[in-house]
């Protein structure tokens, strides 16, 4: 695993606490009950010496248990891995159990009587060239089979391929291809649909003992139930699943008699011995129940409260039932007498640590994501932690640079792998640094996107976009996608080079290249939307270039500067040809770039951990409270490293598909097809017979940034 993490940039520096004793952190799931809202406050009513602090996610909450900042909070075995390689001292005081057992699941394979030899062999002789019922990965830790513990179990059967030419996740799949003579392997096998279909059409042998040709998760042999159908009507010869499901499903020890008889199937035990239905099982996998972690220090005060929590209280409506609410308890917390630490607890459950500490391939593989602040940094290497819990391969690096150009330098000179960057920087990494984005952080609200619209005074008079030609102009960034979208818009709508394109305002002010990391052109307005919209509310511009989320802040008095004046109302010039959005152009707001020549099993690669990350730590699902969060605060601060507003991450395909195909003016569709670039070279003048008098402090600028570039 990767070193220790870095808790130096991380504080809690904007939560206060007074006259608490012990503090628990929550982490709110994602569906319409909030049990912080509803609980928390009658902790407070009680005089419980209790008091909530809201986590982001459950890493957040070990961040601040590690911060001294919390005294407790509930987490999954899950969450004990990444904290055990996170070098996080805490103490595991009890274990909060639904049912009167040891472990939360047990693993068991169970295979038709059909396949089992006449004399004692090695188990993987009892299973090569069977028909394998597989459950299907999915993003629950369990159920089906997490990435982690599917492939620790084939990993026990299965040997090791690491061809260099295929990716991790195909070297998986060939290896279980070749083994198995078939399978039922149904539902994704990466979240990108183009790369599963790929795959799926290269090892057709996975989905052929599968109802359907489609191999989908509307396949009735997708998931858990669907496996033991596989097998019960002899589909498939083995299983790996939840010994509960396997019990319910043939209604072993049941009064009712099963409609398939369990006689004819068996246990497979790890040595390759096998044992009937109807008798002990014998198991692959625990997995251990959530449990109660607390700092060391307050370890003793936490056992003792937790421990004083008794049955009847689960039920009564004063704090000691909000606690029980808040710790989701179904039963009285099992007390560990004493206190474990998180490498011992976890080494009591059959193979659980295990699956966790596979070794790779050899030599390893990793994707390096190049961030610009020791913030990003921290957040890349907590992703990447929680990737790892999840099995996600290749493992994730993280290097910090000094800002976004040196990130795109360090991708193009194969320092990096990967960088992600707004759509500011699309024009640069696609024409200086020989990068395309390979995903794009996504969102369908268009206040939401990255959009340029001409904003103008109402009082000015200005109608539509020939009004411009003349006036004062402001541009948040020099080269960035307001710059290239209007200086392309006019030289389409105008028919004049760059050139003549950028000389059509009278005068420029835009953010830029110089040393104090503001140039001005003719103007000393600052620079950034925010001081786009102050100079045209002031009159030093006669039009700003700025983005409809800007703009919505400044409507809505979300903007608390001096200069923001209400008499002055701001407009919007709408395109002829874009009256419904009234945008100029628009883009994705996130990009995750990568080199233009990488091989395409390594974009691949690429394409499916990023995608994966998303899945489990994205918005996909509404009802789950994840490990960690990819889209939201982070240490406080929003936008670090993904934008808090984004949905999901998709490749190019999202360009194409409904509603962003049907939306005109995509700056990003232009920048790849090579039509929105204004070269370099474009803007010499040599590019056209004359030059206004305020464009020779643009050339000088240009001249600077080429240099330092």
């Known amino acids: 695993m990767s070193a220790p993490l870095d808790f130096s940039g991380y504080s809690d520096s904007n939560t206060l606490y007074f006259f608490v004793s012990v503090r628990i952190c929550i982490v709110e799931g994602k569906g319409p009950f909030k049990r912080a809202a509803t609980f928390c406050p009658i902790l407070d009513e009680g005089n419980s010496g209790l008091e909530c602090v809201l986590g982001t996610d459950q890493l957040d909450c070990l961040r601040r248990i590690t911060k001294k900042t ?43 009587n059909r396949i089992l030899p006449d004399n004692e062999s090695p188990l993987e002789a009892v299973l090569r060239n069977t028909t394998l019922c597989h459950p299907g990965v999915g993003v629950n830790t369990l159920r089906p089979l997490s990435d982690t513990l599917s492939g620790y ?19 998986k799949l060939k290896a279980v291809a070749q083994f198995f003579n078939k399978a039922c392997k149904a539902g994704p096998w990466v979240p990108d649909r183009d790369g599963d279909m790929e795959l799926k059409r290269k090892y057709k042998s996975l989905c052929a003992a599968c109802a359907g040709v489609e191999c989908s998760v509307d396949d009735k042999y997708w998931g858990p139930a669907g496996a033991l159908q596989c097998l019960a009507e002899g589909a498939g010869d ?71 929590l008794k049955e009847e209280d689960l039920f009564r409506t004063n704090w000691r039932g909000a606690l029980s609410a808040l710790l989701e308890l179904r039963q009285a917390p099992t007390a560990l007498n004493p206190n474990k630490v998180a490498l011992d607890y976890l080494a009591s459950a059959e193979g659980f640590r295990e699956a966790y ?51 795109l330098s360090a991708v193009q000179s194969g320092d990096s792998d990967v960088s992600v960057a707004s759509g500011d920087l ?10 395309r984005p390979i995903l794009y952080e996504v ?31 402001y541009f948040p960034r020099f080269d960035g996608i307001s710059f290239h979208s209007v200086i392309n818009y006019i030289r389409k709508n105008e028919n004049l080079n760059c050139y003549d394109a950028l000389n059509y305002f009278s005068e ?53 500067e001096p200069w923001v004046n209400s008499d002055v109302e701001i407009v ?92 005109p003016l995509n700056f990003e569709r232009a920048i790849l097809n090579n039509t929105a670039i204004c070269q370099m070279s474009d803007f010499t003048p040599n590019a056209a017979c004359k030059m206004a008098s305020t464009f020779f402090i643009l050339i000088a600028i240009l001249i600077v940034y080429i240099v330092n570039s």
């Open 426 to 435: 699309l024009a640069s990494a696609v024409r200086d640094h020989n990068l």
């Open 70 to 112: 919390v005294d407790f909070g509930v987490f999954s075995p899950e969450d004990l891995i990444a904290a055990q390689w996170a070098n996080i001292d805490v103490l595991v005081t009890h274990e909060l159990r639904n049912r009167h057992r040891p472990y939360e699941r047990s693993v068991v394979a169970v295979v038709n």
């Open 238 to 308: 083995a299983m790996w699943g939840d010994l509960d499901d396997v019990l319910a499903y043939f209604e072993v020890n049941s009064t009712v008699s099963s409609p398939v008889s369990p006689d004819h199937f068996s246990f497979l035990c790890r040595d390759g011995s096998w044992r009937p239905l109807t008798g002990p099982p014998c198991t692959w996998l625990q997995r251990p129940w959530p449990v109660v972690v607390a700092k060391r220090k307050a370890a003793k005060d936490v056992s003792d409260l937790i421990s004083s």
């Open 572 to 663: 919007p010039i709408c395109p002829e040809e874009n009256k419904k959005y009234c945008y100029i152009a628009w883009a994705n707001i996130g990009h995750i770039f990568a080199s233009k020549t990488i091989s395409p099993m390594r974009r691949h690669e690429i394409i499916t951990v990023f995608t994966k990350l998303d899945q489990l730590f994205g918005k996909h699902q509404p009802f789950h409270s994840v490990m960690f969060t990819l889209y939201g605060k982070y240490n406080h601060q929003p936008d670090v490293l993904f934008h808090n507003n984004t949905k999901i991450l998709a490749t190019e395909n999202i360009l194409g598909m409904h509603p962003y195909g049907s939306m």
């Open 357 to 407: 500490s596979q070794s790779g391939c050899d030599p390893p593989r990793h994707i390096t994501l190049c961030t610009t602040s020791l913030l990003e940094r921290n957040k890349c290497e907590w992703l990447s932690e929680a990737a790892a819990v999840y099995g996600v391969k290749p493992p994730l690096q993280c290097v910090v640079k000094s800002n976004d150009q040196d990130c």
């Open 443 to 473: 969102t369908p609200i268009v206040e939401k996107m990255d959009t340029v619209m001409a904003y103008v005074r109402r009082s000015d008079d200005i109608n539509k976009m020939a009004d411009l030609r003349g006036k004062r102009a």
């Open 508 to 560: 420029i002010c835009a953010g830029g290249v110089n040393n104090n990391g503001s140039v001005k052109f003719g103007c000393d307005v600052g620079s950034g939307e925010i001081d786009g919209l102050k100079a045209l509310v002031e009159g030093n511009v006669d039009v700003a270039f700025v983005s409809l989320k800007t703009f919505n802040m400044y409507l809505n008095k979300q903007i608390m």
């Open 153 to 171: 179990l084939e990993s026990l059967v299965i040997p090791r391929a690491c061809d260099p030419e295929l990716t991790l996740t195909e070297n």
